[in-house]
């Protein structure tokens, strides 16, 4: 398959968005890369260094209870570790939904991300975030791209630049967070949700 499969049919052609903390990364439909096949990508930072974000849509099979107990009670369901990217496996990253009405500005221990988002510091104590946080996900690794790679990715029509919402973060198990996220952008992005994961079964 040639690797220009999926770059100059859909997201090239659309309106693009700046990437930025906050903002989701969306892979383009067929993308060749099984990293990022099908991934939703939330972005942590940004800037002329480099981009780190995390996978929200691939749930690992280890229980956060197993990895990093002290937070469980503060996991949405599932309670599962997921993975974040394919860079520092072993470094956890926790990302939040806060409660209504907490400025994320006014607390050390989160760095806003997007209305109600925040990334958290994991050296503090769960207790310090009780009366901030109404769930959290926590991450094993990240993913990273070099400075001006993503930009080359996303003129490349690898990706679509989308708002993040903190339902998004906290998606149940059963959720196609992919096709969700696509279905609730501007046409013709809604067409493309139900793209096959295998051509095959097309």
């Not at 209504?100 to 109600?116: C, F, K, P, S, Y």
């Not at 696509?182 to 295998?198: G, I």
């Amino acid at each position: 398959m040639p690797e220009f499969f999926y770059a100059d049919r859909l997201f090239n052609g659309l309106e693009r968005s700046d990437p930025a903390p906050g903002m989701l990364l969306v892979a383009a439909p067929g993308m060749i890369s099984p990293e990022f096949a099908r991934t939703v990508v939330l972005i942590i930072d940004h800037s002329a260094g480099s981009t780190l974000g995390v996978i929200l849509n691939r749930r690992s099979e280890v229980a956060v209870h197993n990895v990093l107990p002290e937070w469980v009670d503060m996991v949405a369901q599932p309670q599962a570790l997921y993975l974040g990217g394919p860079v520092g496996s072993q470094s956890a990253v926790g990302v939040a939904v806060t409660r209504n009405g907490v400025v994320i500005e006014d607390h050390a221990v989160l760095t806003r991300l997007a209305n109600r988002l925040a990334q958290v510091d994991l050296r503090c104590s769960p207790d310090e975030l009780g009366e901030l946080v109404d769930a959290l996900r926590l991450f094993a690794g990240y993913a990273e791209w070099a400075p001006g790679q993503l930009h080359d990715e996303i003129a490349r029509g690898d990706w679509f630049v989308a708002p993040a919402l903190p339902s998004d973060v906290i998606a149940p198990a059963a959720a196609d967070l992919w096709g969700d996220v696509l279905r609730r952008q501007a046409m013709p992005l809604p067409l493309f949700a139900t793209f096959p994961e295998n051509l095959e079964d097309n």
